[in-house]
């Protein structure tokens, strides 16, 4: 049994005498004595009163080293309030950015990234000036063993040095703003608490203290307790300030456009009237983007002239908005099923166009289109190519290769683009790009024609591959370049930390000399 012992640590742990113990306990100083010293044991009574005056149970007193108890109690406590604090620390950072002001939360931040800038400036000065005296003190060993023993150096420097700046710019942002927030929230608290004790002393002016107890609800942040500010950091957050406005407004710019380009839009959409369902689905669509648009506008200049904005009624419009392009968008995929798409002009409408060429032994043809060959008894090649009257064929010929291309017709631009509203007022989209080609041409010369142009696309198709082929190579090159590039500066500081090591033995030399 551990009694005695444990008895006597916890008497002067709490530094007491064996005569106050005895007090305390309602026994004589010889019981507590004999206690200590193993003679005789105490009544049940007297240990349950010991584990409640000093916190422990039976088994802990009777059969354990409560020292060993104590420092593992302690233990758990210190991690417990560890933790208990880095959460605490946590939600009042929470609860204090969400209490800020926009113009107060840059003021934070950018505070804040100077103080790493400043810290990371002290660091590397320090730095450098250790990793000369490091230079300087070791440079003479071998080279491994000298690098190997830097490197371990520099990492536990980065590592200290990383932890410390942690921990400084947490507690300088705890004395700089979270200190003062708490201060302000105890104000908060307190001036509610007597408020609250007013509304309910005088139930007559219970309306008028609501008020009052509303206009103390709103949280300020200090710098410290004469509300002085660093007239510098002020400077930069207003210019920030001044750069992210203007930089907004730059962007509403765009909705700007975009609002002019749908009210013409809206405009304009009168011109499919006859389209029934698809032109509701428009309408009401055009507007809701419309009304978004707007909204957005207000809100970026409610920001950039500080006003205050309504958030309920922009929200009811913003969704009303989307509601309205959702319902738009769905009326115009009803109505699309009711149109016809026409792939291929009429051949009564269709325009001709033929041009012919002199048979050549490596004549080809180039175009984007599909080619359709007749065979006939001629000599030379005709080119046919039927095609609507808004789009002119260009067929020439390029030393042995003939080009055909479809341009669009500049002067009947406007007619196309009437054609194209009175046909989807029918319910209807015409290609009038479609064209159809024909070369006529003898089986022997379609021959010809064919090898020739397959042997033009097997050409380009080489010389593609041999351009991937060289841009492959250049970036092989110019990864060889930098590759190279690393292994110079490795060679140049290799050399440089030679001539220190040089330098220093010389200096060594010197000094052996003049002894």
Not at 106 to 123: D, L, S
Not at 188 to 204: A, L
Not at 369 to 382: G, P
Request: aromatic share 10%.
């Amino acid at each position: 049994m551990k009694l005695p012992d444990n008895l006597k640590r916890i008497r002067k742990e709490n530094n007491l005498s064996q005569e106050q113990l005895a007090e305390k306990l309602g026994v004589s100083r010889q019981a507590v004595s004999k206690w200590e010293s193993g003679q005789s044991y105490p009544e049940m009574d007297k240990v349950l009163n010991i584990c409640k005056l000093f916190n422990y149970n039976i088994d802990e007193l009777l059969n354990e080293n409560v020292k060993e108890v104590r420092e593992e109690t302690q233990s758990k406590k210190n991690l417990d309030k560890f933790v208990k604090d880095f959460f605490n620390y946590i939600t009042k950072t929470t609860d204090m950015f969400a209490s800020m002001k926009f113009k107060q939360k840059v003021k934070c931040i950018i505070e804040q990234i100077m103080i790493v800038i400043v810290i990371a400036i002290i660091v590397s000065i320090i730095g450098a000036i250790g990793g000369s005296i490091f230079t300087n003190l070791f440079g003479w060993i071998n080279s491994s063993v000298y690098n190997i023993l830097r490197n371990i150096v520099s990492s536990i420097y980065l590592v200290f040095s990383l932890v410390l700046g942690i921990v400084v710019l947490l507690h300088i942002f705890k004395v700089r703003y979270l200190d003062y927030y708490d201060i302000i929230v105890e104000k908060e608290i307190e001036t509610k608490n007597e408020v609250t004790d007013d509304i309910q002393k005088q139930d007559d002016n219970n309306q008028s203290a609501k008020l009052i107890l509303d206009n103390k609800r709103e949280k300020i942040i200090i710098r410290d307790p004469k509300h002085s500010e660093s007239k510098f950091l002020t400077a930069i957050v207003k210019l920030i300030m001044i750069g992210i406005k203007a930089f907004v407004g730059f962007c509403a710019l765009m909705f700007v456009f975009s609002l002019v380009c749908l009210i013409i839009s809206l405009v304009c959409s009168f011109i499919f009237v006859k389209t029934g369902v698809i032109f509701v689905g428009a309408l009401i669509g055009i507007l809701a983007a419309i009304l978004a648009n707007v909204i957005i506008i207000e809100l970026v200049y409610n920001f950039i002239v500080n006003r205050k904005t309504s958030k309920t009624r922009i929200g009811i419009c913003f969704l009303s908005a989307i509601v309205g392009v959702g319902f738009g968008i769905g009326l115009i995929l009803v109505g699309v099923k009711d149109f016809n798409y026409i792939d291929t002009i009429d051949e009564s409408m269709a325009k001709v166009t033929t041009v012919e060429f002199n048979m050549e032994d490596d004549i080809s043809i180039d175009t984007y289109q599909d080619v359709e060959f007749v065979e006939e008894e001629r000599d030379n090649i005709l080119i046919e190519v039927k095609h609507s009257e808004y789009f002119i064929p260009k067929i020439r010929k390029i030393d042995n290769e003939i080009n055909i291309y479809n341009y669009q017709n500049d002067s009947s631009s406007f007619e196309l683009i009437r054609q194209n509203i009175d046909d989807i007022n029918n319910k209807q989209i015409v290609n009038y790009y479609d064209t159809k080609i024909y070369v006529h041409a003898s089986k022997q010369n379609i021959e010809k024609i064919e090898k020739n142009s397959s042997e033009e696309a097997r050409r380009y198709r080489d010389y593609e591959l041999r351009i991937s082929n060289l841009e492959d190579e250049i970036d092989e090159l110019e990864n060889t370049i930098y590759d190279n590039e690393e292994k110079i500066t490795e060679l140049e500081n290799t050399i440089y930390e030679k001539d220190s090591r040089i330098e220093s033995l010389e200096n060594t030399i010197d000094e052996y000399r003049n002894i």
